[in-house]
């Protein structure tokens, strides 16, 4: 199964392709996609909406896998994160893609075991369970591989939960 993983942003968003047989992972592709700081919000949404849809005609992934908005303290930028995310998800139902969304805790929890991993903890699994050299860059690109290990070892459970 080719599982696109996203980390949603509208400044930068991540993301990883990952093949998932159910008993390993392999890396296939993972990187950026961009919009400029002074193009207008509205195009920035249509730059990553079009990108999203290029990414996923290329890749032909079989579902997408996304976080869940999480904020703390800024309201402008969750709700502007959450414009990108519905026209993420809307690139994958214009495709048929089947989109998952998977909270920062329930990424944490199947990367590490532990859901209030830092940043570093999780680089580093991403990096021993894909059996890469090194960590992916940028950060996103690797949160965004996250996400997509998460959404198989997620289906690999519930795989074997239907076989009892």
């Known amino acids: 199964m080719k599982?696109?993983?996203?980390?949603?942003?509208?400044?930068?968003?991540?993301?990883?392709?990952?093949?998932?047989n159910l008993t390993r992972f392999t890396p296939l592709d993972c990187g950026v996609l961009t919009t400029p700081q002074n193009m207008a919000f509205p195009k920035r949404l249509k730059s990553l909406y079009d990108a999203a849809s290029l990414l996923i005609a290329q890749h032909k992934p079989d579902v997408l896998a996304i976080e869940t908005l999480f904020f703390n303290t800024n309201v402008t930028t969750a709700i502007a994160v959450g414009h990108a995310r519905g026209v993420l998800i809307l690139a994958a139902e214009n495709a048929s893609v089947p989109v998952f969304e998977y909270t920062p805790l329930q990424i944490k929890q199947?990367?590490?075991?532990?859901?209030?991993?830092?940043?570093?903890?999780?680089?580093?699994?991403?990096?021993?369970?894909?059996?890469?050299?090194?960590?992916?860059?940028?950060?996103?690109?690797a949160d965004a591989l996250a996400v997509a290990i998460c959404h198989g070892q997620s289906y690999k459970l519930n795989q074997k939960m239907g076989e009892r």
């Open 3 to 20: 599982i696109l993983g996203i980390d949603p942003g509208y400044a930068i968003v991540g993301y990883g392709l990952i093949e998932h």
């Open 110 to 141: 199947a990367i590490t075991g532990y859901g209030r991993a830092d940043k570093q903890q999780m680089q580093q699994m991403v990096k021993m369970l894909l059996g890469l050299a090194v960590v992916p860059k940028p950060d996103d690109a």
